[in-house]
């Protein structure tokens, strides 16, 4: 068992902080609002710190002096620079990782010899397969014949508090899982689509402009 520090609770954080913790090891994460802690799962067992991550006395509450890695994933670039710096230079953590939005600024710092991982290949993944209608279809899984794709849904915002039983009749399609907060969630009959879950769902191919059409939209009266 090892330990490992985590700067930035979005979803990414909270993705690494579960995987972390289910693999044996002890985490701790850090993020300067203590409302981003609720993004972690109920029973989450590791430290959780509230404050800046570049700050050696935050850092120290988190345990970095025994830290095995440190990964700095929040939503600023120079901030994840800076901390992955003071872990590395101050703290001699051996394993550092850097999140980084700009590829410029990326690629610039690995030459510095500081590790990172571009968010860009992955955003951009993301918006293409909103704007272009051949990836959006193109789905995570087609079935032998083709007739059936399983792909992401948008949902107009009007669906929050919904169940997910009613999303299903009125688009007549089949919710395969819901990715919330980073995890894999099987929705059963009292499941209700929450702000910031992704949707994946099995369709007919040839209904696909029509569910998109349909769920663009507010609910209509009988599934309010």
Not at 26 to 47: E, H, K, P
Not at 60 to 83: C, H, M, P, R, T
Not at 96 to 104: F, H, Q, S
Request: charged share 25%; with cysteine.
């Amino acid at each position: 068992m090892a330990h490992f520090v985590i700067m930035g609770c979005g979803r990414v954080g909270a993705t690494l902080a579960h995987t972390l913790e289910d693999a044996g090891h002890s985490v701790a994460i850090i993020d300067q609002d203590d409302r981003a802690f609720r993004r972690l799962r109920q029973g989450f067992t590791g430290r959780k710190v509230t404050g800046v991550g570049f700050d050696r006395d935050t850092l120290k509450q988190a345990g970095v002096a025994d830290a095995y890695a440190f990964a700095a994933v929040s939503s600023g670039d120079n901030s994840n620079i800076l901390a992955t710096r003071v872990a590395r230079e101050t703290f001699h953590v051996p394993h550092v990782v850097a999140r980084i939005y700009d590829p410029g600024r990326a690629e610039i710092y690995q030459r510095l010899g500081i590790p990172t991982v571009a968010a860009v290949r992955w955003s951009a993944d993301q918006v293409l397969r909103r704007i272009l209608p051949e990836q959006h279809l193109a789905g995570d899984f087609r079935e032998p014949s083709g007739r059936l794709v399983l792909a992401e849904l948008d949902l107009n915002a009007g669906w929050i508090g919904h169940r997910i039983s009613s999303i299903e009749k009125a688009a007549n399609v089949r919710i395969a899982y819901l990715t919330r907060f980073g995890e894999g969630l099987l929705p059963d009959a009292g499941t209700a689509y929450q702000d910031g879950d992704t949707v994946h769902a099995m369709l007919q191919v040839d209904r696909s402009a029509q569910v998109a059409q349909i769920l663009a939209k507010a609910p209509a009266k009988e599934f309010q």
